[in-house]
């Protein structure tokens, strides 16, 4: 197995991972919420957090949605193209998909600068910055994947 295989297969287990911690917390946190509601005494920032926490979800599986080949592709337009320009085409394809990730990152980033000093509402203590970070870092997350991915789309592509 090549460097290149070792180190893909092991980003997207690390991809895996977060996405697994992230769900699983999600969970807690959800489950903690009802059990404290049903018990009369609910929580005041389990809706804030669960809503944070579904974004992070949200973000980290789009990477890693993009690290397995399972984001939303259009192969039947590519496979009725002529032979000669399906990998031009895929290539472009994949370089509009991580332009816009590294649009939505930089734009996220900028966000995340507005932000600065800025609580969650029902846990001040919690900076906006860090609930935010999840676009931006999901974004670099993304485009590695994709860029790890790129010889497989090649080598897929028929032509």
């Not at 259009?74 to 399906?86: A, D, G, H, Q």
């Not at 816009?100 to 980033?109: N, T």
């Not at 999840?134 to 497989?152: K, T």
Request: include cysteine; glycine fraction near 6%; charged fraction near 10%.
């Amino acid at each position: 197995m090549s460097t290149f295989t070792k180190f893909k297969n092991a980003y997207f287990a690390f991809l895996e991972g977060i996405v697994v911690f992230l769900v699983i917390a999600l969970a807690v946190v959800v489950t903690l919420g009802f059990v404290t509601r049903y018990l009369g005494s609910p929580l005041s920032w389990y809706d804030e957090l669960a809503a944070a926490l579904l974004a992070w979800v949200t973000y980290y599986g789009t990477a890693l949605a993009a690290a397995k080949g399972a984001h939303i592709t259009c192969p039947s337009v590519l496979n009725m193209c002529p032979p000669t320009i399906r990998v031009p085409l895929a290539l472009l394809a994949e370089a509009i998909t991580i332009g816009f990730f590294v649009f939505l990152g930089l734009a996220s980033y900028q966000v995340m600068l507005i932000l600065q000093d800025v609580g969650m509402v029902s846990l001040p203590e919690v900076s906006m910055q860090l609930v935010h970070s999840a676009i931006p870092v999901a974004s670099v997350l993304f485009i590695i994947a994709e860029l790890l991915r790129l010889p497989d789309v090649i080598k897929s592509t028929p032509g």
